[in-house]
């Protein structure tokens, strides 16, 4: 099958610093990619600059064969990416259930006139919306949550539900930045059956993430980046062993007389 997201080149620099330099890597559909790299190597730029938040100095970035660098974020999301943040992103004053309509909104097809006059249009889409966004709940384990304020879930849990918002928007990419970040053990393995269950449903999942328990045991490949370069590329098996990876998670600290 075609790649699903080819990234050439692709670099942003801030002042003098390029956050992230000549970045080119692949993506096959349907499976689980993991994007690793010390603090400030540069994941999260790369995040913003395939969702439309940062412009690139240079590069290019095809998704399901369109170039998707420089369009605004709301026309990426309805290409088909979908991506949670570092900081949770939710309405805590807002439903559980209500935050999953925020991403089903992206779907319908009623403008502010139908929805606020009630038209039959817009009270179908409204039910539709109800049941479809209870399937997306059930699918993180937060359907008994339906109604309860999202800002009163538990952290891990707020994480999920950004998530389901995610998967609301009916992405066949999701970018997630650093999901396990905050959780506990538990909560940590079951975010992996979820993930797990994302890529079974046919998205493909970009997984930026610090938890290398998580990364390596859920994911097909792994991409690492350090100082905005692509540094290994592999199978979480090459990724562990390669020098490269194993000097800059060490850090430059460490001299060769040290080094077992
Ligand atoms: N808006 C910005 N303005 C200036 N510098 C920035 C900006 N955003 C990111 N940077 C810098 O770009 C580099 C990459 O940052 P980025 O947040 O992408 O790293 P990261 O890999 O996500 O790190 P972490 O694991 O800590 O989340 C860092 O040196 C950071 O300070
Ligand atoms: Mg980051």
Known sequence: ???????????????GLAAVKEVSFRV???????????????????????????????????????????LPPHRVTALGIARTF???????????????????????????????????????????MWEESLAYLDMVGLEMQA????????????????????????PRLVLLDEPAAGLNDYETRELGEVIRRIRDGGVTVLLVEHDMGLVMSISEEVLVLDH??????GTPEE????????????????????RA
């Open 239 to 258: 990724v562990r062993n390669d020098p490269r990876v194993i000097e800059a998670y060490l850090g430059a600290e460490i001299n060769e007389g040290q």
């Open 86 to 128: 570092q900081t949770v992103r939710i309405f805590p004053g807002m439903t559980v259930r209500e935050n999953v309509m925020v991403g089903l909104h992206h779907r319908t097809r009623t403008g502010m006139f139908a929805s606020a006059f009630r038209l039959p249009r817009a009270r179908r889409e409204e039910s539709w």
């Open 147 to 170: 109604d309860n304020l999202a800002g009163s879930l538990p952290f891990g849990q707020q994480r999920l539900l950004e998530v389901a918002r995610a998967l609301a928007t009916s």
């Open 228 to 233: 905005g370069e692509v540094i290994a590329e």
């Open 1 to 15: 099958m075609e790649d699903i997201l080819v990234v050439e080149g692709l670099t942003k620099t801030f002042g």
């Open 28 to 70: 096959r559909p349907n499976i689980i990619k993991a994007i690793i790299g010390p603090n400030g190597a540069g994941k999260t730029t790369l995040y913003d600059l395939l969702t439309g938040l940062y412009r690139p100095d240079g590069g290019s970035a095809v998704f399901m064969g369109r170039e998707i660098l420089g």
